[in-house]
């Protein structure tokens, strides 16, 4: 389309100057843009998607859990005196207490790959009922690897532990293990959840790219 201007003084006649159209944004480039919107929208949400533990705050039992007494523990789920309401009790056995009484669960953190991070936290109490004092071993595992010990103590009040693995799926056990001796440990269990993050260095650097490329 062309757009038809007026001439100057001293122009010649018979001669007409056509202005230059404005140059029309191409369809492409509004597509790859809209697209990129949206893409980068996606990458927003799941950097704050929750990640998937079942009943992780124990308001519904069992629910989700495994869990192995290895013979002579108690593992219940008693649905008042969490912190609060529902949490996972597990009591080792008074004689011949060696041993790791556990329960457990997979579960997704986000999708594995890039530059992500999960985000675990657990809350714990332990007590001493009878028995050798410093023998158990609180012990928080993610893939067969020990994340967090909670210091040797008798008593510990609520506390929430916390620590990073990378995104994607996994399996957490929580175990009261007994070192040695007649123990009679109490371990508690609340709260347990996990949340997948893609940092925010990341998704500028990732949006910067996706634009220089488009434009
Ligand atoms: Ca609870």
């Given at each position: ?36 919107s949206a893409l980068f929208i996606m990458l927003v949400a799941s950097s704050i998607a929750g990640a998937q ?55 997704n953190c986000g999708n594995p790959g890039g530059i992500t991070t999960c985000h ?46 990378p995104c994607g ?25 996990a949340t997948c993050d893609i940092p925010t260095?990341g998704r500028l650097?990732t949006w ?8």
């Amino acid at each position: 389309m062309r757009f038809a201007a007026a001439e100057p003084v001293g122009w010649p006649s018979g001669v007409h100057r056509v202005a230059a159209a404005p140059c029309p944004e191409p369809a492409m480039v509004r597509w790859l843009q809209n697209c990129c919107s949206a893409l980068f929208i996606m990458l927003v949400a799941s950097s704050i998607a929750g990640a998937q533990i079942t009943n992780g705050n124990f308001e519904n039992g069992s629910t989700g859990w495994n869990f192995n007494p290895n013979g002579g523990g108690s593992i219940t789920f008693p649905s008042s005196g969490g912190n609060p309401g529902g949490y996972a009790r597990i009591e080792s056995p008074a004689t011949n207490s060696t041993g790791s009484y556990t329960i457990d669960q997979e579960f997704n953190c986000g999708n594995p790959g890039g530059i992500t991070t999960c985000h675990v936290s657990v809350d714990y109490r332990l007590d001493l009922i009878a028995g050798t004092s410093g023998a158990s071993r609180l012990k928080i595992i993610v893939d067969r690897v020990t994340k967090y010990t909670a210091p040797v103590a008798d008593h510990i009040p609520w506390t929430t532990a916390s620590f990073e693995v990378p995104c994607g799926h996994h399996n957490i056990t929580l175990d009261l293990e007994i070192t040695g001796g007649n123990s009679d440990w109490v371990a508690c269990f609340d709260n347990v959840g996990a949340t997948c993050d893609i940092p925010t260095p990341g998704r500028l650097s990732t949006w910067g790219r996706m634009k220089s490329l488009y434009r």
